[in-house]
């Protein structure tokens, strides 16, 4: 299985630190938030790896190269411009293949186990699996979550792994998670669309109508590194 990993982004949120380095190179311990995905998806057998690049990308595509010297290979989708999460995908879609693959975003710090996680889905996956998403807590700059969790049409426990998912756009109250950034696509996902800036949130919710995307709630560690204040945090927790 090949992984993608999303590296694209402005980082307008993270200024003054991101004017001259792109943030997937903001170091955590010395090392890059990019160097741990890496090393965590080569560590779990996955060293098919695709990033897209977009602003200051030619930083990023110096500092790792093609891989090598993470036991990985390492392939670059190139952006003129950030096509947002979906359009970096799409103009992806002919180095990843026609085989599901793992998408992760390069700005979250998280334990969660590639090996044990999402990899384990993989066997479910057919034309009618389209995605399968990791969720966890609301963090207190996301309040509100993103989707709910559902098994055979009821409300499930969280605790449970596998279950359906359900925008909370649903006009039943639920309690919702945040999607981690961490998830398994079926390329056909993005069956018809073009190569053009686009979100993934709504091909998702589209495709949670009809019953195509399941879930799983993570406990571990994991946060979203979207501001100077939360990457100081993380590093006070590891330092």
């Known amino acids: 299985m090949k992984a993608m990993i999303l590296a694209a982004g402005l980082g307008t949120r993270m200024r003054p630190l991101t004017l001259a380095v792109p943030k997937p190179l903001l170091k ?9 995905h890496l090393e965590r998806l080569v ?3 996955i060293s098919e790896l695709v990033i897209n690049v977009s602003y200051l990308g030619q930083q990023i595509m110096d500092a790792l190269g093609d891989g090598k010297r993470f036991n990985a290979k390492i392939a670059y989708s190139i952006e003129a411009q950030p096509l947002e999460t979906a359009g970096g995908i799409v103009n992806a879609l002919p180095i990843l293949g026609g085989e ?23 066997p479910e996956f ?4 389209l995605a399968h998403l ?3 807590d609301n963090p207190e700059h996301h309040p509100k979550g993103d989707f709910c969790l559902m ?8 605790g449970q792994l596998v279950q359906d998912l359900v925008s ?10 945040t999607y981690s950034g961490i998830s398994l696509l079926n390329p056909a996902l993005f069956d018809d669309c073009d190569v053009t800036v686009g979100r993934l949130a709504p091909l998702l919710k589209l495709a949670m109508a009809k019953n195509w995307v399941s879930g799983e709630y993570y406990q571990g560690e994991w946060s979203d590194i979207g501001t100077p204040e939360r990457l100081l945090q993380i590093k006070q927790q590891l330092e």
């Open 168 to 177: 909370n756009g649903s006009r039943e109250p639920c309690d919702t998670l």
């Open 151 to 158: 098994r055979k049409g009821k409300r499930a426990p969280f």
């Open 28 to 36: 955590i311990a010395d090392k890059a938030l990019i160097e741990y």
């Open 100 to 122: 599901p693959f793992l998408c992760i975003s390069s700005d979250i710090w998280t334990d969660y186990s590639f090996k044990h996680g999402v990899w384990d889905r993989l």
């Open 134 to 136: 990791v969720l966890v």
């Open 126 to 129: 057919s034309e009618k699996r």
């Open 43 to 45: 560590a779990a057998g």
